[in-house]
């Protein structure tokens, strides 16, 4: 048996590769995973305290987190379409007309 | 209607609305959306009554997940004006724009109804899902123009940067149910209260705070508000200027003073230090504005530090305070985005500063309009602008907070730079090049008649809505 304080220690560095990873890639797909490994850290964090707590509210969150991820994926991967369309090109660093 | 559906009435409307304009959508006519604005306007407008006759009743229902308190009410009041107001404003923009859609209307509903989630939420999960609801719908309204690319783009930061902040928000939650076993509001309240120290909790509080700032749109977390609110479609920038900030403060404010009511010496402090660089970051870059809608970016990134001071001062009055500020600031910016929203150049929108050159002389009537939105927001009394900072600043001082409230008035004096400049362009220049003018439009005229209405209403006679405001927080710190 896995000890619960592993899995809270995977997650938490899941999470930390997650927001590394925003803020170093270019490719807003690249990005748009990595916030996916954060939205998946905090499910495998709340699948162990939920565990350990013996209920089943968090499990039921997790479903919810991963209906909500689904939805993020379809808004996003429409709108990353919508930009390669009129830009052709796929980086967030290209995205600057606006600028102060 | 059942007895336990009563405290949903007025999401309920919404909700409907919702539904049945999908199945409008769907019919004939097929040119021509018009009619669909109506029906969600009458929705709206539907739900905002139903909001002010459900005052004074308090009710839960789905299992205490969700409930219904004065405070509920007022921010639910608040949000459908935003709303209302918005959809009187794009009626008209979106034809001219050539952009009428069914989907604008539903997905300004389901935003709508997402908001209202947000200030009826018991539970963690519930805001989570509320404000998910709200921001999927923001994100494609942002990006309606899809033919533009400034439209495309602010939709594109808009979403990675709230997407990430929802990263941030769901490890909260699951750091804090890791602490207290429960995301019920009330419960975690109970819980933490022999926990203070807990580091576990201390950071999912954090990271909570962190997603609530996004939202907020607080320094250091604004960076995405000047493009989203330039490349939005003008109506779109009016509803997430307003109705998305009021859900976040309705979310923010029942979390901080009922759930985490024993840290507050602690998250008073931190929110000290990020009202002070909220307005002042706010307020100096937006004097460097060329762009209408980009300075009224910055300059409701300067309203959401005015904000945060009541937030700090706390007790009745500066909660209370934030409550009146939110009502004032959604009439004030709705009106001052619709001016903009009204005006055009050529076939551009006029958001240029030299746009409004000389607009005075050829259309007093707007320009005064505008000219009124902006000493609201300057603070000029008899005006609600002045109301609200009155109030907020005035809790500050009792609160101890002196320092903080000479920042914030020291910060309002700065900012009536930069609005009274487009008041004198407007007044005291002469117009180039082709002429601005206003877009003929019998809803949008009463968008801003209304507007207008509420700026005076509550500038000349503040005392009863802060009564309100103040009997609203009552359920919080109790």
């Known amino acids: 048996m896995v000890p619960e304080s592993y899995y809270t220690a995977l997650s938490a560095i899941l999470f930390t590769i997650g927001v590394v990873g925003v803020l170093v890639r270019r490719n807003p797909l690249v990005i748009f995973m990595s916030i996916e490994l954060m939205l998946n850290a905090a499910n495998l964090a709340l699948v162990a305290f939920g565990h350990r707590a013996g209920a089943a509210d968090a499990q039921v969150l997790v479903f919810f987190i991963m209906t909500v991820a689904a939805a993020e994926v379809a808004v996003g991967l429409a709108i990353i379409v919508t930009i390669f369309r009129l830009q052709r090109r796929l980086s967030v660093d290209e995205l600057s007309i606006m600028r102060w | ?478």
């Open chain 2, 1 to 478: 209607m059942s007895a336990a559906l009563v405290p949903l009435a007025p999401l309920l409307l919404v909700a409907a609305t919702a539904g049945l304009l999908i199945v409008l959508d769907l019919l004939p006519p097929r040119e021509g959306k018009g009619h669909l604005g109506v029906v969600a306007l009458a929705g709206v407008v539907a739900a905002l009554a139903g909001a002010l006759t459900l005052w004074g009743r308090e009710g839960r229902a789905f299992g205490g997940m969700l409930l219904l308190d004065n405070f509920a009410v007022f921010l639910d009041v608040v949000i459908c004006y935003a709303a209302a107001l918005v959809l009187l404003l794009s009626m008209d923009y979106l034809r001219r724009n050539g952009m009428e859609s069914g989907e604008y209307y539903i997905l300004v509903l389901l935003a709508t109804l997402g908001m209202m989630l947000m200030a009826q939420a018991a539970d963690l999960i519930v805001i989570f899902l509320a404000l998910e609801l709200m921001s999927l719908s923001l994100y494609v309204l942002a990006g309606l123009f899809r033919g533009r690319l400034t439209s495309a783009e602010s939709s594109m930061k808009y979403f990675l940067l709230g997407a990430f902040a929802t990263g941030f928000f769901v490890y909260g939650i699951a750091l804090i149910y890791g602490a207290t076993g429960t995301t019920a509001l009330d419960r975690i309240a109970a819980a933490s209260g022999g926990l203070q120290r807990d580091p576990l909790l201390l950071i999912g509080f954090g990271l909570l705070l962190v997603g609530f700032g996004f939202k907020i749109s607080s320094v250091p977390f604004h960076m995405w508000v000047p493009d989203v609110y330039e490349g939005a479609p003008t109506s779109v920038t009016a509803l997430i200027a307003t109705g998305s900030k009021a859900a976040g403060f309705a979310a923010l404010l029942r979390v901080l003073f009922s759930t985490f009511k024993v840290a507050q010496p602690d998250w008073a402090l931190l929110l000290w230090v990020v009202a002070v660089l909220t307005m002042t970051l706010g307020n100096v870059i937006a004097i460097a504005q060329s762009n209408l809608k980009r300075m009224l970016a910055y300059s409701s990134i300067a309203h959401v530090g005015y904000m945060l001071v009541g937030v700090v001062a706390g007790g009745a009055l500066g909660a209370g305070g934030v409550l009146f500020y939110l009502l004032m600031y959604t009439f004030t910016t709705v009106g001052a985005f619709g001016a903009i929203l009204l005006l055009e150049r050529g076939r551009q929108e006029a958001v240029e500063l030299d746009d409004y050159a000389g607009l005075a002389a050829r259309h007093p009537l707007l320009a005064l309009t505008l000219a009124l939105f902006l000493l609201s927001l300057v603070g000029m009394p008899p005006t609600a602008g002045f109301a609200g900072k009155f109030y907020v600043f005035g809790a500050a001082i009792r609160s101890g907070y002196i320092w903080l409230a000479v920042i914030a008035v020291l910060n309002s004096a700065v900012a009536a730079y930069y609005y009274l400049r487009v008041v004198v362009y407007m007044y005291m220049r002469e117009a180039e090049g082709v002429p601005t003018r206003p877009a003929p439009s019998f809803a949008g005229r009463l968008a801003l008649g209304v507007a207008l209405w509420g700026v005076f209403q509550l500038g000349l006679m503040p005392a009863p809505v802060l009564d309100l405001a103040q009997a609203a927080v009552a359920p919080l710190l109790r």
